[in-house]
């Protein structure tokens, strides 16, 4: 480690997000430090999560993504930025890097006391895939990718655009194509958009895709991309859609390249392996951002997390490293969030899919509730699930979707995780009420309470991706809705005991099968539940998101594999 105002020579590699903070944060610690940043590209300190928004003109002019320009840097912060000057190798002995200028090809070489490797990631092309470098192909990584998409968008000629990838990138700028006034295709080769969301919750944003006209296609493999269009695999035989333009948004890969030839240690994610203080196997280099894997400290694995908030965080924490600060690492859970048109939808933590597959002890509960109060003229419901373990009841992680603040409950999420807090903390968490803003029991607050049911054996339920099998095996049923809700739209062979008739009307539910107890959301239903059970009922099981959250969950599924509904009539309201 370097002391504080000590003259050092600083190099950065890689002039965006994580490069640009380290760079920064170095020089407001050592005032004689002196930081030279290469960026290979024409742009430092641009918005990467904001590029797709261009294509729709939210953002409207391309110049308002770059953030800070290299006379800036010098102006501000006395850092020298050299932009079109690409790192091709590093002499760890000699501690100098030689840098190639992309427009000369003149090479140089520049030395350094700590050296900070940034170069980010690449969007994933498969080398197999045919096509790929036809001119109406396109990736979205920089300033420059994203106006020349534009450019070509704009073209009367381009009307129908096919987007490969499910990802954020995938889903922001089929968002964002739409919106311009495209025909958008989005195909995934899994069965379901953004990985990090669960099967169950994703769904909502699958029908939010379709709703808004855009053709998704599940279960897709991209062959080949032609003069007639793109074809692919699906269901097992071949099919092509026409397409004027292609937008390749499959994922990214680590750069590696400069760091593996150097004799870096490459982790067994792809990505440059790191220790606490962020410095590779080489104690004078560090390495942040995107071409890095970090520590999972739920999962207890290494693994690779692309998100820009991480990367400042790294960042910040190896320039304190190089001048002498060292902070404690406690690795990173994940938060995200993104709106997928009229749905705002965040995740924090790992969902009940990686907690099964890293061999947790996991289980979760959903749940519908209001924004905020229901008198308000912009309410909204929210599905929320809550993932926890069993029996410590320690919060692994959520998810949230929904027209309103779904974000700010995430938040709280995080913040619960990062504290190892348990469902029976966030139980007991204080949070901000009025009813423009919130409920008096926020959904976080609900969402904890259901899963203490849930713990302590309160509460017996199935999930809604179980409802099918128990319609089609004949379960017996009970929608204790009332019966105006019940007649316009109900599960197949449900049966109707509302619960304001429930007393009145018990002894119609059997005691010697399991019976299966629904509503709107779940809340009724529950209620249902502690009445029957004071009455001796032992054989009840409670449908988790009950009829709303079976709708959302079917709704998709039924469209587009064209199965019969176990529901007569959907319900989303």
Known sequence: MAAQNEKLRVVVVGGVAGGASAAARVKRLNENADVVVFEKGSDVSFSNCGLPYYLSGTVEDSEDLIMMTPTAFRKKHDIDVRVHSEVVSIDREKKTVTVRSTETGETYEQPYDKLVLSPGANPIVPPALKGADRENVFTIRNVRDIVALKTFLDKPETKRVFVVG?????????????????DVTLAELSGQILQPFDEDMVQILHKELDDHGVKLLLHTNVQA???????????????????????????????????????????????????????????????????????????????????????QFEARAAADHICGITSPNHGFAGALCLRVFGQNAAAVGISEALAARSGLHADSVLIFPGDKVGIMPDWHYMSLKLIFERPTGLILGAQAIGEGDVVGRMNVIAAMIRMHATVYDLKDMT?????????????????ALVAINVLEGQLRQVHVSEARSLVESGAYIVDVREEGEYAEGHLVGSHNIPLTQLRARMEEIPKDVPVYLHCRSSQRSYYALCCLRGHGYHNLTNISGSFLGISLYEYFHDKSEGRKPIVTAYNFD
């Open 225 to 311: 991309i032609t003069e007639q269009g793109v074809t692919v695999e699906r269901n097992g035989a071949q099919e092509t859609y026409s397409a004027d333009a292609v937008v390749l948004a499959i994922g990214v890969f680590p750069e590696t390249k400069l760091a593996a030839a150097a004799g870096l240690e490459i982790g067994k994610t792809g990505a440059i392996h790191v220790n606490e203080n962020y410095q590779t196997n080489d104690p004078d280099i560090y390495a942040v951002g995107d071409a890095i894997e970090v520590y999972d400290p739920q999962t207890h694995v290494w693994r690779k997390l692309a998100l820009a908030g991480p990367a």
């Open 431 to 447: 949070l901000c009420y009025s009813p423009v803003y919130s409920t008096a029991k926020d959904p976080v607050n609900q969402a």
């Open 166 to 182: 499910g990802g954020f990138i995938g889903i922001e700028a089929a968002e964002n194509l739409q919106l311009a006034g495209k």
